[in-house]
């Protein structure tokens, strides 16, 4: 459903999640679409991505959650092409002064030299090595990362200090990166996981559309195991009353794909999310809308989402101990692990420098 306040009259959106465009919440003042009794140029009527640019001044990002098991991210993307309607970053371009509606996988923001600025980090006397997460926001291998590029740089920078990485992804632009993460993987120092929320083709194709079809996803599970790439799947977010009879299937899929381990990650829907997502199922699936929600809110203690550490990732109740539950069993029945293995950081050394004095030992 498009919402005619926030998108200008015959602008078309093709293969996009969102169909409004409302103001941040930052925002002092809200935007409204009118028709000056203009036509809109036939060429500009179809909504079309738009990159820009961003010289970032640091490339680690910190955070000190208890939910997570990792301290340390980076993000070469801001805002994500792949337009999945129920994203949990969305809100974070509201930071930008930009929509978590449209504007969120349309007006994206690369940030090229974000290498030269990790590998600069890294370097420094004070820094001590943890696996670093890269994926747990925006999808790092979106469609724009094949013009840009910005994570073989990255990869090529950790792999050169030897530096532990978890990659996290939809995209299909990550087999271009096998040889460096294989090559990475046979030290023990990364392991990726790849997030199939459904196998439904047109389920996906509407809850999530410009990502690639749950078959393709399955298909890289397969190429990076096949090279020595420890993989998991991903059964995130999984949707009460709309994905969740889907559990087991999706984790056996994975298994048989090459995946090593799975987890799964109920639905979560902070801030602007929450009503994105509700026009979306009144939009795309009336009939089951009220159910959806209904569900969600038993696993956020009568919310839409309770930010609460402990819960946010997990759910409450009986349907989140179920859920939990049934992904205990599928593991156990199909022989998988619930983490992945344990990265080394005892490898870590930063590669010399032309210059360098080099050590005689």
Same mark, same amino acid.
């Given at each position: 459903m498009t919402d005619t306040t926030t998108i200008l009259p015959g602008q078309r959106l093709r293969a996009r999640g969102a169909g409004?465009?409302?103001?941040?919440?930052?925002?002092?003042t809200a935007r409204e679409a009118f028709d000056d009794g203009w036509d809109i140029p036939e060429e500009e009527r179809l909504v079309a991505t738009e +990159?820009? #640019? &961003?010289?970032?001044?640091?490339a680690l990002t910190f955070n000190r959650s208890p939910d997570v098991p990792f301290d340390r991210s980076i993000n070469p993307y801001r805002g994500c092409e792949h337009g999945c309607i129920y994203?949990? $970053?969305r809100p974070t371009h509201a930071y930008l002064n930009l929509s978590p509606g449209l504007d969120f996988e349309t007006r994206l #923001?690369?940030?090229?030299?974000? $290498? @030269? +600025?990790?590998e600069k980090e890294l370097r420094r006397p004070s820094y001590k090595v943890a696996p670093v997460a890269i994926g747990t926001n925006t999808d790092p291998y979106q469609p724009v990362e094949r013009d840009h590029g910005l994570m073989r740089q990255i990869l090529q920078v /950790?792999? @050169?200090?030897?530096h532990p990485v978890w990659l996290t992804t939809r995209g299909t632009t990550i087999e271009r990166d096998i040889d460096l993460i294989a090559g990475m993987a046979a030290q023990q120092l990364a392991v990726a996981a790849i997030s199939v929320t459904t196998l439904d083709e047109g389920l996906a194709r509407k809850m999530e559309p410009r990502a690639p079809s749950p078959k393709r996803? /399955? %298909? #890289? #599970?397969r190429r990076l195991a096949e090279a020595g790439v420890p993989v998991r799947i991903q059964v995130s977010p999984l949707i009460p009353g709309l994905t969740d009879h889907e559990l087991e299937a999706v984790m056996e899929a994975g298994r048989d794909a090459g995946a090593r381990a799975a987890n799964c990650i109920p639905l979560r829907l902070p801030l602007e999310v929450a009503g994105l997502f509700r026009d979306w199922l009144d939009a795309t699936v009336p009939g089951r809308a $009220?159910? +959806?929600?209904?569900?969600v809110r038993? /696993?956020?203690?009568?919310? @839409?989402? %309770?930010? &609460?550490?402990g819960k946010r990732m997990r759910g409450e109740g009986l349907w989140a101990d179920l859920i939990h539950r049934r992904a205990a069993l599928a593991r156990k029945r199909l022989g998988l692990d619930e983490t992945h293995p344990e990265l080394r950081c005892d490898l870590f050394a930063p590669p010399p420098r032309p210059g360098d004095q080099l050590t005689l030992l």
């Open positions: 409004s465009n409302a103001t941040g919440r930052f925002e002092a +990159v820009r #640019i &961003e010289r970032p001044r640091s994203c949990f $970053a #923001i690369a940030r090229p030299g974000i $290498a @030269d +600025v990790l /950790l792999s @050169d200090f030897r996803r /399955l %298909d #890289i #599970i $009220a159910h +959806v929600m209904g569900r038993e /696993l956020h203690g009568g919310k @839409d989402y %309770d930010p &609460e550490w």
